[in-house]
């Protein structure tokens, strides 16, 4: 690989590449790169086609810049940026690519000064970056979703995840805003080290256990990506897929403590409100900022329905007793005016049966809102 910017060598490394529509959707909105230098998966979500625009807008951006390497990890940084700008733009000037986005995870060379050949890592959104070291596969990127959001707060676990109704909602994707914040690792080249990424196409389908056993059975990177593919699709295919495998064939001997994968991390920490964004729909009709590390948006956002449906509930209740009051005295006023209606009208209106009702909806209505406001841990 050449290019008049690049001063480093291109290091030993194989790679694989696979991806498919899967077998519910029709069409494929996942794109991939993988050269020697730049490695990339971008699971692109926006209506009519929108999603497919900006993902190949972020690969195509990225692989004009980072093919032959990084100098450092603000260029890389610097290359996301501009891919999300690319698409931002794209979306606010075509009615039909409104509110497409595209999430990304990718993997550069970075220059060797005087330590070795270094990798930078870089994510937005719920895709994936894994590293498979001594047999043991390690994620390495953390997702921009509301399920992790949920994990890392304790309130689901990683399986009770893998199953959220909620799991296709990203916080974090290119194109959606005028500006985006990239989180970013930095990390030795490994000898015998293993790089997947991937779209949440197969980590939905596929658990890491699983993908761990197809990695160490196919030495070949071609085939371990199809093989991945494959697997995704028996077990379901309900989302595109896409996966990208690179062996490090030099670099640092492996440390003696496989636990230690020596990566430098370096999140972009910003403001804890982020956007929910619809990973099959796009940022349009999901235009509320959420702040969700200390609350859950389920159980901010519903508690103000429940508060609208109890007032209601009460109104037409007390609507209701009103009625039948006046109904009541009207008849006796126009009755035969006897004794028996006025103990009539007294009698009913003490057993009148919305007021009943009243009580008995607001009961109803109490239990839901503790189970949704405190999932649990
Ligand atoms: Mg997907």
């Known amino acids: 690989m050449t290019n008049e910017t690049t001063v480093h060598p291109t290091p030993a490394l194989a790679w694989g590449a696979a991806t498919d529509a899967g077998r519910v959707r029709t069409g494929n909105e996942d794109a991939f790169v993988a050269q020697s230098m730049f490695f990339g998966v971008a699971d692109g979500m926006g209506g009519h086609q929108a999603g497919e625009v900006a993902s190949e807008i972020a690969a195509t951006t990225l692989?004009?810049?980072?093919?032959?390497?990084?100098?450092?990890?603000?260029?890389?940084?610097?290359?996301?940026?501009?891919?999300?700008?690319?698409?931002?733009?794209?979306?606010?000037?075509?009615?039909?690519?409104?509110?497409?986005?595209?999430?990304?995870?990718?993997?550069?060379?970075?220059?060797?000064?005087?330590?070795?050949?270094?990798?930078?890592?870089?994510?937005?959104?719920?895709?994936?970056?894994?590293?498979?070291?001594?047999?043991?596969?390690?994620?390495?990127?953390?997702?921009?979703?509301?399920v992790q959001e949920l994990v890392s707060t304790g309130h689901i676990t990683e399986q009770e995840a893998r199953h959220h109704p909620r799991r296709n909602i990203v916080t974090r994707a290119l194109g959606i805003e005028p500006s985006v914040r990239v989180d970013t690792w930095v990390m030795p080249l490994v000898r015998g080290d293993r790089y997947v990424l991937c779209s949440d196409g197969l980590v939905d389908e596929v658990d890491d256990d699983e993908i761990a056993a197809v990695l160490a059975v196919h030495p070949s990177p071609q085939s371990a990506a199809e093989e991945l593919v494959a697997v995704a699709n028996r077990n379901g295919?309900?989302?595109?897929?896409?996966?990208?495998?690179?062996?490090?064939?030099?670099?640092?001997?492996?440390?003696?403590?496989?636990?230690?994968?020596?990566?430098?991390?370096?999140?972009?920490?910003?403001?804890?409100?982020?956007?929910?964004?619809?990973?099959?729909?796009?940022?349009?009709?999901?235009?509320?900022?959420?702040?969700?590390?200390?609350?859950?948006?389920?159980?901010?956002?519903?508690?103000?329905?429940?508060?609208?449906?109890?007032?209601?509930?009460?109104?037409?209740?007390?609507?209701?007793?009103?009625?039948?009051?006046?109904?009541?005295?009207?008849v006796v006023r126009h009755g035969s005016g006897n004794t028996p209606a006025a103990t009539s009208t007294s009698t009913t209106i003490t057993s009148v049966e919305p007021t009943t009702t009243l009580s008995t909806t607001t009961t109803a209505t109490s239990p839901p809102t503790s189970t949704t406001a405190n999932p649990g841990p």
Not at 92 to 117: C, E, I
Not at 247 to 274: C, H, I, M, N, T
Request: glycine share 8%; aromatic share 4%.
């Open 237 to 330: 295919g309900h989302d595109n897929v896409t996966v990208v495998v690179v062996d490090s064939l030099e670099g640092d001997a492996p440390p003696p403590d496989s636990a230690d994968l020596a990566v430098d991390l370096a999140w972009d920490e910003g403001p804890p409100v982020e956007r929910l964004i619809d990973a099959e729909a796009g940022a349009v009709g999901a235009e509320m900022p959420v702040a969700i590390p200390d609350q859950p948006a389920p159980a901010v956002l519903p508690s103000r329905g429940r508060f609208t449906m109890g007032t209601l509930m009460f109104t037409i209740a007390l609507a209701a007793i009103v009625a039948l009051t006046l109904t009541l005295v009207l």
């Open 63 to 146: 692989r004009d810049r980072l093919s032959a390497g990084a100098g450092s990890v603000d260029v890389a940084v610097a290359a996301v940026v501009e891919a999300n700008a690319a698409i931002f733009q794209g979306a606010h000037n075509n009615l039909d690519q409104r509110g497409m986005g595209t999430t990304l995870t990718a993997m550069v060379v970075l220059p060797d000064q005087g330590s070795g050949t270094r990798l930078a890592v870089l994510n937005v959104g719920d895709s994936r970056t894994y590293v498979m070291r001594n047999g043991r596969l390690r994620r390495v990127t953390l997702d921009h979703s509301y």
